[in-house]
C-alpha cells in the first residue's frame, strides 16, 4: 500500500514510513545531519540542535531538554 506525502505544492508517494523520512527530513545547515525528530528552525533555516544553530551565528535559541 502506497501513501502520498503533500509538501510545499509537490506530491510524493512511498511505500513505507522510512523512505518517507528520510526523503522529507530536513537536513542540518552546520553538519548536514538528516533532522529526524525534533530539529531547530531559525530564520528560515534548519539545524538539528541548539549547537549547530549557534555555531553558525544564530542568536537566542536555546535546546529543550
Known amino acids: 500500500m502506497s501513501?502520498?506525502?503533500?509538501?510545499?505544492?509537490?506530491v510524493h508517494v512511498f511505500?513505507?514510513?522510512s523512505c518517507?523520512?528520510?526523503?522529507?527530513?530536513?537536513?542540518?545547515?552546520?553538519?548536514r545531519v538528516q533532522v529526524i525528530g525534533q530539529g531547530v528552525e531559525?530564520?528560515?533555516h534548519w539545524y538539528c540542535g541548539g549547537?549547530?544553530?549557534?555555531?553558525?551565528?544564530?542568536?537566542g535559541i536555546v535546546d529543550k531538554v
Open 51 to 59: 549547537h549547530c544553530a549557534r555555531a553558525e551565528g544564530r542568536a
Open 3 to 10: 501513501f502520498e506525502v503533500h509538501a510545499q505544492g509537490a
Open 20 to 31: 518517507a523520512i528520510h526523503r522529507m527530513a530536513p537536513i542540518c545547515e552546520h553538519c
Open 42 to 44: 531559525a530564520a528560515g
Open 15 to 17: 511505500d513505507c514510513f
